[in-house]
């Protein structure tokens, strides 16, 4: 499947990037929101873009040929290469998280990220991770796989489903998506098999998420992209899930609060001023068209805001 953005024009719009601006990609991927991005900058803007997939840094050599901006590529986890700007005193004035798993990802089968594909259970975006998925299902305490299911996944079934795991392991290892698809497809009520959705893909989220410390990744990458945006500068996380949607909602609303004191106090006594302006007062969503013609995009959410100063906490 050809790489489609998702609310790509809903995030230029709302990101606005000028001629000769920085630009930070914290999460490149594909290349498709870089793109437009490196497009609007021109020849005098940089455009630096953050990965810890390999192959995304194939793309982005590909990228580099194509466009006229200033290029360059970091290969790390965002919080990695977001610390590594902030350490170079990097100001930018754009910088853009894409969160979750990229479609090239999800495309190139042999990674273990589809439960539409058979193939070794993987899921890692960093194929240097010590432990991916096999090693998790394989050798999690039921409990944990448990609450991973619940609290990463949503899963109602979470455990009936670790439990079904822990049985089908003790007979043989899991050691395949397919494998697990099966595992988890018998373990729920028939006409849960049936809802909405494909039945295990709560279960693959949780596991995708777990594996790659993506919550934790996430908690720790705002304030350094924070620290790197230039004042005036715009933050845009695009998130897929409620639990990443629901990190970035807290963390900019933190930073567009003013005064915290209790209300029936005269005058203002602690003296805090907002350091940010919400550009989207709601999370944007894809609209039917754009849902239509790229189903991935049916639970993406957009959440937008601009730094008017910096910290002085």
Known sequence: MAHVPVLAGEAIELLDPQPGQVVVDCTFGAGGHARLLAGRIGATGTLIAIDRDP???ERF?????????TTRFIRASFVDGLSQLREEGVHADVVLLDLGMSSMQIDTWE??????YDAPLDMRMDPGLQRGAHELVNDAEPRHLETIFRELGEERYARQIARAI??????KPIASTIELVDV?????????RFAAGHPAKR????LRIAVNDELGQLDAALPLAW??????????AISFHSLEDRRVKRFIAARAQGCICP???PVCGCGREPEAELVTRRSIVPTAGEIAANPRARSARLRVASKLREDQG
């Open 166 to 171: 822990v049985r089908a392991r003790d007979r």
């Open 55 to 57: 192959i995304a840094a």
């Open 111 to 116: 990674r273990g990220f589809s439960y539409s």
């Open 227 to 236: 620290d790197v945006l230039a004042t005036h500068g715009r933050l845009a």
């Open 263 to 265: 209300p029936d106090l």
């Open 203 to 206: 279960v693959f989220q949780a």
């Open 184 to 192: 988890i497809t018998q373990a729920i009520p028939t006409p849960a």
């Open 61 to 69: 050599a590909e990228l580099a040929d194509e466009v006229s901006c």
